[in-house]
């Protein structure tokens, strides 16, 4: 028997069904993206240590490369010099002499290369001349003989036409005996210019083959000369080399500590050290690192910040650094990692010894490698004393 609100009921069950299916619907998809999320998923991986800012003066002694008499120094004991600048002067007398020789045998032997290459271009230039010279009387004689050969054939012809006439009898006989001669004077003019057209030729391969025969030997005198030159200034570069170590520069900006006194005039030994130099002051992070967490896992030009304990960091921020270097045995325990300061918040004084938190951002990884990871980090112990 159905009830007066038959109706409603049945409608009220089934919207309370829709909403049912509608949540389990979401509550399967939640899970399918958390489970995705868990192992596809990419978090970044944070390791952190203890850490201080410190500054760093490294230290560069004062010694002569050469053994020497001392001329010149700026050795006082707290001087603040500029990289480059000469700290220490020894006598050079020898070897300035002879980088002075060494410099003039440069110059003789540039000027030699010189003249060698000059000489063989006027040369190229003459035995071009020459040789385009001969060509063009080759080119002469070839023309003469030409024309002669016309002028031969033609003195032939007519010598067959009065040969004819001279057997009819209708030419006197002194008029043949002088065309004869006339063709017998044209054969030998041909003759002769065939005779000098050879001896051009000769004479052209003579000229070339004697070209070449100069044109190499200067070459090898151009050659031996810019070997010459080479050598010269090889010599010349070591001498200066060899000047320069002479002279004890500073290798950078500093101040001077731990002067000996040094005199004028006075003799000192190669290697010996006669001042310590202290660099500008650099300031930077150093942290101690678990060895697990730091080799192999961080690198050179890893960002990180490090929070100040005296200085709430929400309030006046972190300091930005960049790994510089890391250490490769550790001490006590312990790795050392070296951060550079990239920048440092205006409310911050920055000063050597101050402690605080380096956080240093590492490779990404998914939550599943990171929850394997915890479990093998709390299991390797365990297995390990388990060992007999």
């Known amino acids: 028997?159905?009830?007066?609100?038959?109706?409603?009921?049945?409608?009220?069950?089934?919207?309370?069904?829709?909403?049912?299916?509608?949540?389990?619907?979401?509550?399967?998809?939640?899970?399918?993206?958390?489970?995705?999320?868990?192992?596809?998923?990419?978090?970044?991986?944070?390791?952190?240590?203890?850490?201080?800012?410190?500054?760093?003066?490294?230290?560069?002694?004062?010694?002569?490369?050469?053994?020497?008499?001392?001329?010149?120094?700026?050795?006082?004991?707290?001087?603040?010099?500029?990289?480059?600048?000469v700290l220490l002067q020894l006598d050079p007398y020898p070897v300035q002499k002879a980088l002075e020789q060494a410099g003039a045998d440069v110059a003789l032997h540039r000027d030699g290369h010189r003249q060698m290459t000059a000489a063989l271009a006027r040369h190229e230039k003459l035995a071009r001349a020459d040789l385009e010279h001969a060509d063009l009387r080759l080119n002469q004689i070839a023309l003469a003989i030409e024309e002669q050969a016309l002028a031969l054939a033609a003195l032939e012809d007519k010598h067959k036409r009065y040969k004819s006439l001279q057997q009819r009898g209708e030419i006197a006989e002194l008029d043949f005996l002088e065309i004869e001669k006339d063709v017998e004077q044209a054969r030998r003019r041909a003759e002769q210019l065939t005779i000098d057209r050879r001896l051009l030729v000769s004479e052209r391969a003579q000229l070339a083959t004697k070209a070449a025969d100069q044109r190499g030997d200067l070459e090898r005198r151009r050659d031996q000369a810019a070997r010459d030159l080479r050598t010269a200034q090889s010599e010349q570069e070591r001498l200066e080399h060899e000047l320069a170590q002479y002279s004890v520069r500073a290798p950078v900006d500093g101040v001077l500590a731990d002067v000996r006194p040094l005199q004028i005039d006075a003799y000192v030994a190669e290697g010996s050290e006669w001042a310590v130099l202290l660099a500008e002051e650099t300031t930077m992070v150093r942290a101690a690192f678990d060895p697990a967490a730091a080799i192999g896992h961080l690198k050179a030009g890893d960002t990180a910040e490090m929070r100040l304990d005296g200085f709430p960091w929400i309030q006046h921020g972190t300091l930005s650094l960049v790994v510089r270097e890391v250490a490769g045995e550790w001490r006590n325990g312990r790795v050392r990692v070296d951060f550079d300061v990239v920048t440092v918040p205006a409310a911050i004084p920055l000063q050597h010894g101050l402690p605080g938190t380096v956080v240093v951002t590492g490779e990404r990884v998914t939550p599943l490698?990171?929850?394997?990871?915890?479990?093998?980090?709390?299991?390797?112990?365990?297995?390990?004393?388990?060992?007999?």
């Not at 409608?11 to 596809?40: H, P, Y």
């Not at 850490?51 to 006082?76: C, E, K, M, Q, S």
Request: aromatic share 6%; charged share 20%.
């Open 1 to 85: 028997m159905s009830t007066p609100f038959h109706q409603t009921t049945r409608a009220l069950n089934s919207e309370r069904l829709t909403v049912r299916n509608g949540l389990l619907a979401a509550l399967v998809v939640l899970c399918v993206l958390w489970v995705w999320w868990f192992c596809a998923g990419s978090v970044p991986v944070y390791r952190q240590a203890e850490a201080r800012v410190i500054t760093v003066a490294d230290p560069y002694p004062v010694t002569p490369n050469r053994a020497g008499r001392v001329v010149a120094h700026g050795l006082r004991l707290n001087r603040r010099v500029k990289q480059g600048e």
């Open 369 to 388: 490698q990171m929850l394997l990871r915890a479990v093998g980090g709390r299991q390797a112990p365990v297995e390990a004393g388990s060992r007999p």
